[in-house]
């Protein structure tokens, strides 16, 4: 169920740059939207596409040639009709700046609804969106940061988001798998022997055993570990 949902955000996400400067950031966009499967691309008022955005792009250079342009926020919205239309700002406002209240990223996640079309507006590299286009927008988003230096490179405040939207996704594991009870339950029998084996007082014993137990019990470890933990401990016994 997850990963139909997964597809159908694939499917249904817009990302709008808004009148991007430099050639290099719509290229940087474009790679993590391919990063995370997503299609659409939409260039409001854009500088020119040139070798520099198809370099930053990298393998994601399709996602450019099919880009689509517009003049203004407006014209895209009468265009393609958007369900829901997302804002994205790096100064969130407070109580007296309603219409900046933002969710965080991963708050913004869980809402989507996965059968709107949603466009996810990024703002200029200089000054963002403007109070008028985020009046515009259904949902303000904003990524909590160092108030030293709180404004994000475009290009990372695109990826932050579109990985909480798509953290569920599953991934190759091959070889990762979590080791299984039996196998960890077999490792915590093979170090009983090995303390039994040893000059300790019980109490000691005991001890050891139950932090031997604790670490496996925290430890993610995988098939591949245990079986390679097993064979070592079997060693050490076959020395004692």
Known sequence: MEQEKIKKLEKNIIVVFVEPETPGNIGFIARA???FGLKKLVLINPCKLNDEAYLHAMHATDILENSITFRSIQEMLEEL???FIVGTTGVPGGSYKIERIPLRPEQFAKALNT????????????????NEE???CDIIVSIPTSQEYPIMNVSHAAAIIFYEIFKKRDYNREGVEEASGLEKRLLVSDMED????????DHKKRVALRAFKN??????????????????????KNKL
Do not use: Q
């Open 33 to 35: 939207m391919k990063n």
């Open 81 to 83: 009709s958007p369900d």
């Open 115 to 130: 059968k709107a079309k949603i466009a996810i507006l990024f703002g200029r590299e200089g000054n963002g969106l403007t």
């Open 134 to 136: 985020i009046r515009e």
């Open 194 to 201: 090995i303390i039994s084996s040893l000059a300790l007082p």
């Open 215 to 236: 670490l496996i019990g925290r430890a993610f470890i995988t098939g591949r570990e245990a079986h390679t933990l097993k064979g070592i401990l079997r060693r050490i």
